[in-house]
Nanobody, 122 residues
């Protein structure tokens, strides 16, 4: 049984930073962050494989950094230079290892956290 739990969301001003964490249990996975803003579809943010290969949406490249601690089975998303457009509920997701071309597809992820709210004020 796999369980995921996100933390670290909050309210920040534009240009600020937040660090999200996702604690996972139950196996060896590729993991990812997705987000969903009001009125919008779920959007891929970043993914990381078990071997630490990373993938980012163009909208967050250079600002966000995804990482993981395999010993702790915890994934992190360091978010810098936050913009109001980053405001969303951020979800942690995990799945058994997938090819890179599948990592951005939320339909491929079997396990999800409950989400953490990130709000960036202008």
């Amino acid at each position: 049984q796999v369980q995921l739990g996100e933390s670290g969301g909050g309210l920040v001003q534009a240009g600020g930073s937040l660090r999200l964490s996702c604690a996972a249990s139950g196996g060896t996975f590729s993991m990812a962050w997705f987000r969903q803003a009001p009125g919008k579809e779920r959007e891929f943010v970043a993914a990381i494989t078990w071997t630490a290969g990373t993938y980012y949406a163009d909208s967050v490249k250079g600002r966000f950094t995804i990482s993981r601690d395999n010993a702790k089975n915890t994934m992190y998303l360091q978010m810098n230079s936050l913009k109001p457009e980053d405001t969303a509920v951020y979800y942690c997701a995990a799945v058994l290892h997938r090819p890179p071309n599948e990592l951005g597809d939320f339909r491929r992820y079997a396990y999800w956290g409950q989400g953490t709210q990130v709000t960036v004020s202008s």
